[in-house]
């Protein structure tokens, strides 16, 4: 009940497409989901979040969309930059502050 | 968003011998803080639960006499990693919460264990 996961596990993306990473989860308690970017050697830093009243939130190329029937949430990363080349996490929060994370997925932009 | 320090970012030591990091929040008075252990290519292992002035809160599986955490205030928690052996090399990551304010965990850059 307590696991988030993700797939792919493993995700290529010419320069300029789209990326989509997938998670679902089981326990309705969650209450929070955050997206975490992290690059080799280096800890994770947020990169967006959604609560379950919301079924999509936007940030620049960063787009969350959720399924709260479903349980699932996804990362859409749009007109992807080589840049954007690192592992994403999603995560699940919640009420005492634990963060569930899911088994992360390194994404590759070629150029 | 918050910054959250850690110190060593990196550290080599000898088998048997003990470390230890320290996290510290520099400009938000964290609650909790939260110790994660990493290995390559895979994801973030909770290890324990620090609320400041308290007994930290251990995963199961972790051993608490190993891994020894201390938050003896609202911006400093350490752990350390007591008789260390190569099987403990890892990316161990704080994190720090602040609940009253409901805001996010805020995470440190990672310390780089490496146990010959």
């Known amino acids: 009940q307590q696991q988030v996961k993700q797939s792919p596990q493993s995700l290529i993306v010419q320069k300029g497409g789209i990326s989509i990473i997938n998670c679902a989860y089981e326990n309705t308690a969650f209450d929070y989901f955050p997206w975490y970017q992290q690059f080799p050697g280096k800890g994770p830093a947020l990169l967006i979040a959604i609560r379950p009243d919301v079924s999509e939130k936007k940030e620049g190329r960063f787009t969350i969309s959720f399924n709260k029937s479903a349980k699932q949430f996804s990362l859409h990363i749009m007109d992807s930059q080589p840049g954007d080349s690192a592992t994403y996490f999603c995560?699940?929060?919640?009420?005492?502050?634990?963060?569930?994370f899911g088994q992360g997925t390194t994404l590759q932009v070629k150029p | 968003g918050a910054v959250v320090s850690q110190h060593p970012s990196r550290v080599i030591c000898k088998s048997g011998t003990s470390v230890k990091i320290e996290c510290r929040s520099l400009d938000f008075q964290a609650t909790t803080m939260f110790w994660y252990r990493q290995f390559p290519k895979q994801s973030l292992m909770l290890m324990a639960t620090s609320n400041e002035g308290s007994k930290a809160t251990y995963e199961q599986g972790v051993e608490k006499d190993k891994f020894l955490i201390n938050h003896a205030s609202l911006t400093l928690s350490t752990l350390t990693v007591t008789s260390a052996h190569p099987e403990d090399s890892s990316f161990y990551i704080c994190?720090?919460?602040?609940?009253?304010?409901?805001?996010?965990?805020?995470f440190g850059p990672g310390t780089r264990l490496t146990v010959l």
């Open positions: 994190s720090a919460w602040e609940a009253k304010a409901d805001t996010e965990q805020f």
């Open positions: 995560a699940a929060f919640d009420y005492t502050g634990k963060l569930i």
